[in-house]
């Protein structure tokens, strides 16, 4: 049962230009949404996270837009970099308890130079 | 370096052989959480510590995994008796109590059963 999903194994975007990566999750619980991303031979690195209670976090480059009732966020990366060229990991998590992340199977980012 | 550091960073074994991974957490990180990676996916959960307490499993792991926390720092996953399918990346990674869901990743032991 995958709970959170990532549907675009990859995407390959220009220098400069946006890149967005989606994400869909099922368990209408989770309340704290996270992206990592991971370089090879690399753990992952969390990236950015928002909370339920927001619909939008920002931290320089990188913007997180959350639509609960579509159950969908997304990750906007602008203007994208080719150091951007990761796997990026779509994770979603509960705020009580002790946080359990659920992941989703990663989008393969590439920014052409 | 003071993230997490994981021994060893390959291990190669044969089919019915015991394996045995360490975790170093970050130092003021009392919760350590062990994943597992395959090919095409996301890390998967397979246990959760608080200090030296385990107060989670996931049904992943088999009774032929057993992790441990001795004394709350670092942590040990052992495999016994490897099968092919238990080749992945495995990946542990600590966290604040204040802020679980922000865990710092180990750069993981990539595991080959042949």
């Known amino acids: 049962d995958q709970q959170v999903k990532q549907n675009s194994p990859s995407l390959s975007v220009q220098e400069g230009r946006i890149s967005i990566l989606n994400c869909d999750y099922t368990n209408s619980m989770f309340d704290y949404f996270l992206w990592y991303k991971k370089y090879p031979a690399e753990g992952p690195t969390f990236l950015i996270s928002i909370s339920s209670i927001k619909d939008k976090n920002e931290d320089g480059r990188f913007t997180v837009f959350l639509n609960k009732s579509a159950k969908h966020l997304s990750l906007h990366i602008v203007p994208s970099q080719p150091g951007d060229s990761a796997v990026y990991f779509c994770?979603?998590?509960?705020?009580?308890?002790?946080?359990?992340?659920?992941f989703g199977t990663g989008t393969k980012l590439q920014v052409i130079p | 370096d003071t993230g997490v550091s994981q021994n060893p960073r390959h291990k190669i074994t044969k089919r019915g052989q015991n394996v045995t991974f360490r975790c170093d957490p970050i130092?003021?990180?009392?919760?350590l959480y062990w994943y597992r990676q395959t090919l095409g996916q996301g890390p998967e959960f397979l246990t959760y510590f608080q200090n030296e307490a385990q107060l989670e499993k996931s049904r992943l792991l088999s009774d032929r995994f057993s992790a441990e926390r001795p004394k709350g720092s670092f942590s040990t996953l052992e495999i016994q008796r490897t099968e092919q399918g238990d080749s992945a990346m495995y990946l542990c990674a600590s966290s604040l109590p204040e802020t679980g869901y922000e865990q710092y990743f180990g750069p993981g032991t990539r595991l080959t059963v042949t």
């Open positions: 130092s003021e990180h009392n919760r």
């Open positions: 994770a979603a998590s509960f705020s009580g308890g002790y946080q359990k992340v659920t």
